[in-house]
């Protein structure tokens, strides 16, 4: 398998939804002898809530205090198993400080859960989550609510993508994944068009421009598996037709997958957009976790900030 994590930030509010990702933190940790670094963000009062609410900075501190406790006693559990680690509070943004935190410890990972107890938001997957696989330097593997112990590791490229972006799927997969026997590579190609070809063409030309479709996209896959080191997934690589917000979670169903490894920015992207089309419509349709990267070179637009405030460590 790949070289080991070597820094991890786990991002935590000691809450019970954090649970799972703290576990799978410390089975990382002790796998990869990895040093860990946890941390959770808190906002300072801003100048109107000090003018509206006099006692703003007493209930901040008392936040803080409460965060801080939160912390330790995470970390505790981190020293019984002999785990080097520290605790660190952040504040602001928590995407932006937990990237810029990232940046500067030059971690390898970033794990999080997926949405706090107190998300609005509707799906699996917070906004704080969102926002992060957006600046993340470095891996981001958000967990659910299962302990990722000896996951089985679904690993979807894109042929048509930008190799930096494959390569670096393909190696956190192998990263991530305890035997090769657990890894599954997919590629899912759509001929686009095909639902409007139905209403005005026969279904023989229907047919016809999909197999003529099929085998450029499978010659584009060979050319793929020629070119990229699939040895590890033996004979567990998908090709198939379809749409990636149906296929992915399908597979993951049928293959009972716990990790899903997928790339956040595509940087051939025709918008430029720093969330992936793909990853960004799959979001809501996952089973399981899921493990976030960037292309090999990518940089994170958050840069550190010498003015910033400091963190509080402890």
């Excluded at 602001?92 to 990972?109: F, P, Q």
Aim: with cysteine.
């Amino acid at each position: 398998m790949e070289n080991g994590y070597e820094k991890i930030i786990l991002v935590t509010d000691g809450s019970e939804a954090a649970h799972a990702a703290e576990q799978t933190a410390l089975e990382l940790a002790q796998l990869h002898s990895a040093s860990v670094l946890v941390v959770d963000t808190v906002r300072r009062p801003s100048l109107a809530s000090k003018w509206l609410t006099s006692n703003a900075e007493d209930l901040f501190e008392i936040v803080v205090a409460d965060k801080r406790k939160r912390l330790q006693k995470v970390a505790a559990v981190f020293d019984q198993w002999k785990v080097d680690v520290k605790t660190e509070i952040l504040f602001g943004n928590s995407s932006e400080e937990i990237a810029r935190k990232a940046v500067a410890e030059n971690a390898n990972l970033v794990i999080r859960y997926m949405k706090g107890h107190k998300s609005r938001h509707l799906s699996s997957f917070g906004t704080t989550a969102r926002n992060l696989m957006r600046v993340c330097p470095c891996p981001l593997l958000l967990v659910d609510d299962e302990t990722i112990s000896d996951p089985r590791v679904l690993a979807c490229v894109n042929a048509e993508h930008d190799d930096k972006e494959n390569e670096a799927i393909l190696a956190e997969a192998r990263r991530l994944a305890k035997t090769s026997d657990k890894l599954t590579a997919l590629y899912c190609w759509k001929f686009y068009g095909d639902e409007f070809m139905r209403e005005y063409t026969s279904q023989e030309t229907v047919n016809s421009y999909l197999e003529e479709a099929e085998q450029a996209y499978l010659g584009i896959f060979d050319h793929f598996r020629k070119t990229h080191e699939l040895s590890a997934f033996g004979e567990n690589v998908i090709v198939e037709n379809g749409d990636p917000v149906e296929v992915i979670p399908d597979v993951c169903r049928k293959k009972s997958v716990d990790v899903v490894v997928m790339s956040s920015a595509s940087q051939n992207h025709p918008l430029h957009r720093l969330l992936g089309s793909t990853v960004e419509a799959v979001l809501d349709n996952l089973p399981c976790s899921l493990l976030v990267v960037k292309p090999l070179g990518f940089k994170s637009p958050i840069k550190p900030i010498q003015t910033q405030e400091k963190s509080e460590t402890s």
